[in-house]
């Protein structure tokens, strides 16, 4: 029997009396690129802060290869590459010293250090732009040199909140190019979106989730037949409705 690498048992998470994410059941298999697709403010970003240990859950748990967000949070993280939606990095530093920083912060030394920075650089293929100011890249390569930093502790998992927003053309290609090499060595990725196209094809599953509950998950191609339909753009507009958003 197949045992999910994510399991998402009854997730509740409420701000006040607002509920973001109503009970919630998931699994996500090992090795697949798994879509958690939404308009804004569906609950994506909620899910990604539960499941990298930013805030508790109200009810429910996520195991990660069995261990529990509740109790063994510091585990999963070392399991986990985040990449989150804002840039996280120093502007003032090249992309190699950031890269250098969080190698540091992750423990690595000496060439076992140079051998990952290399890697990862080579991943996002930023090499040639390594030594320049972060503060002098493009959004696009900000958002890959973000990737190369989630990648640098070799985690297994690869989460990705809005990966393409706000990316140029050819970030966007480089950061699908690089989610299709990175699935191809083994990790598992889950990434969100609020906008389904472009993300369609790269994704073996994906969720509809609608303010806070979960409509539907499968196959794309599934998913299209279940809705009688080959367009995405007509599955999302009758699952989300009017207030669809391509923002
Ligand atoms: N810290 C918070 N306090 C109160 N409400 C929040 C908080 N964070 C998110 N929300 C609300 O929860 C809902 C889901 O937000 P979010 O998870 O960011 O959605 P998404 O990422 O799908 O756009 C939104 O209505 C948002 O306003
Ligand atoms: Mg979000």
New binding site residues.
Partial sequence: MKSPIIEVKNLTKK?GK?I?LNDINLEIEKGEIFGLV?P???????FISILTGLIKPTGGDIFVKGFSVLKNSSKIKSLLGYVPQDVALYPMLSGLDNLNFWAGIYGLKGQEKKKRINDVLSIVQLEDRARQKVDEYSGGMKRRLNIAVALIHNPEIIIMDEPVVGVDVLSKKFILDALKDLKKSGRTILI?S?YINELAELCDRIALLDRGRIKMSGQVKDILKHYGTENLEEVMISVFGGYHDEG
């Fill in positions: 701000y607002f973001a939404g804004n403010a569906a609950g994506k970003s909620t969100t609020h």
